[in-house]
């Protein structure tokens, strides 16, 4: 606190005191002056209430007497001026001790005042003091500070100063360098000017001994540049060749040594964990009677009945000689199966006719496609698919009645997929998936005699409309080879096809077709150089190729074994996979004698 605020602060409470001692002397003479109205106003009220009885009594004692009125006036008058007379004195008494009282309150309003003024003067003099205290520290302090910046300042200037120096005698000795290294280069430069020179001086000289060489050569060799160039191009392709086959069989080796044992061991645990019986169905129906008197009445009265079966069924009935049995045949699978049971139902009623016929054919009809569809669901439900159209599990349970080389084409789905899903699993690839596209890859088969193409692109054509997705789709296309197959899920469904379709006992085929190529392996491989023999192997999945030591030698032998097995693939379609070995012998003899 300053000294002008401790000294306003003073004189506003010495103002405030004196205002106060003045307020209480004015509120006591106020309260004198009001006692002294109200006495004389009771004296008057005293005054006027006797005279009021004064005149009352004198109205009183006119009646009365006029003498007694005007001595009782005299005496009331005088007793009410003692009385005004003692009041005016008590009044004046009270006015006296009010005055001295107000006179004794502002003795003492003055009294605190000065001791007040003094305090406060005492108490500016010490806030003064310790201001200038506090300021002259304050000042000291700003002092040492600026004193302790300005040597630092003094010490950080000095330090850039020893840098810039420091830099300075850097950037001098760099100068030096750079003028050495400037003289060293232009030297070096000179040097490499003359060097360039000789080189092309030497190069000239070159070009005309290679020159002369070049025709002493073509003369001693008696060949042109152009001719030995070819000369040595077919040799380096000779060579090439043979580096490449040599490469091509250690690869292939390293190839054998990881890669095939990993896969041989991957499809055979697959193939061991399917168990699927073996092929048991005919492309020919056979229905057995109870006599060979029922053939006339299947044949009914010049041959109506048969004519009427064939027209509703669609199916062949042929009745020969032999016993107790008629053959039924037909394109389709599932409507040779439904004559087939509608003939069965005939025979086991024993009513044959036109009309009977007709009844009969209906009820095996929708038979036949519940016994189609529970076995499309069944089989989904083994292989463990359930989100598919119903289109397509109609067209699936068409292939219950479906051969493929004697092998059931529903039952050979089944199968695929249990190995292809086994090989997903191995692989660790999307199992359902790769399931879902061995699964499907002949629904095409369904549709085959009603739409041309390969049954592969019909199967495409379908799933797609069907709603399954690309990879399945490609899977189908691609399964033999119409597409090359572009995903490791069609990959996976041709193994998983071939492992079903080429294990033993899954297919039959005809004699004929089995001898034709057998005859069209053994024809490929004897076409080529150097073959001596052919020998086919276990029915045709195996070639012994025998080749002349003389013509073919081993990297030869390995390029031969290459190029049979490729033209076998392009060529010729079968199951499973055909081995090709090529044995090369050399041996030497001699006579004793």
Known sequence: MTLETALAVAVVLLAVVIVAGFAIG?????????????????????????????????????????????????????????????????????????????????????????????????????????????????GEREVATLTAVAKEQTADAERRQQRLDDRERLLAQDAERL??????????????????????????????????????????????????????????????????????REIEADARATGEERARNVVVEAIQRVASEQTAESVVSVLHLPSDEMKGRIIGREGRNIRAFESVTGVNLIIDDTPEAVLLSSFDP????????????????????????????????????????????????????????????????RLRYRTSYGQNVLKHLVETAHVAGIMAAELRLDIALVK??????????????????????????????????????????????????????????????????????????????????????????????GVEKVFAMQAGREIRVMVRPDDVDDIGAAVLARDVAKQIEEELTYPGQIRVTVVRESRATEVAR
């Open 334 to 397: 599932v409507r040779r199966e439904v004559g087939r049971l509608t003939l069965e139902k005939l025979v086991l009623d024993g009513r044959i006719h036109p009309h009977r016929i007709e009844e009969v054919f209906d009820a095996a009809r929708g038979e036949v496609n519940r016994l189609c569809q529970r076995a499309a669901e069944d089989a989904l439900v083994e292989v463990g698919i359930t989100d598919i159209h119903a289109e397509l599990v109609t067209l699936l349970g």
């Open 26 to 138: 004015i509120r006591l003479l106020r309260q004198l002056g009001v006692s002294g109205r109200a006495g004389s106003n009771t004296r008057q009220k005293e005054l006027t209430h006797g005279k009021t009885a004064r005149n009352g009594r004198q109205n009183s004692a006119v009646r009365s007497s006029r003498g007694e009125a005007n001595l009782g006036a005299t005496d009331d008058a005088r007793v009410a001026a003692a009385g005004a007379r003692s009041d005016a004195a008590a009044a004046k008494a009270e006015a006296s001790a009010a005055r001295g009282e107000a006179r004794r309150i502002l003795d003492s309003a003055r009294t605190e005042a000065d001791r007040i003024l003094e305090r406060a003067h005492r108490q500016a003099d010490s806030d003064a003091e310790q201001v200038r205290a506090t300021t002259r520290r304050a």
């Open 436 to 529: 879902r596209c061995a699964f499907l890859h002949d629904i095409g088969k369904a549709l085959t005699h009603e739409v041309e193409g390969s049954h592969a692109l019909v199967g495409a054509d379908i799933a797609r409309k069907y709603g399954e997705a690309d990879e399945v789709v490609h899977a189908i296309e691609a399964h033999h080879n119409e597409i090359a197959p572009q995903t490791v899920e069609a990959v996976l469904t041709q193994a998983s096809d071939a492992c079903s379709g080429g294990r033993p006992g899954a297919r039959r085929e005809s004699l004929e077709a089995y001898v034709k190529r057998l005859e069209r392996i053994e024809e490929i491989a004897v076409r080529k150089p």
């Open 179 to 248: 003028a050495e290294r400037d003289r060293r280069i232009i030297s070096a430069e000179a040097e490499l000017a003359e060097r360039e020179a000789a080189v092309v001086t030497h190069e000239a000289e070159l070009s005309a001994a290679n020159e002369v060489q070049r025709r002493e050569l073509e003369r001693i060799a008696g060949l042109t540049a152009d001719a030995a160039r070819g000369e040595l191009v077919d040799a380096i392709e000779n060579q090439a060749k043979r580096d490449a086959a040599l490469l091509v």
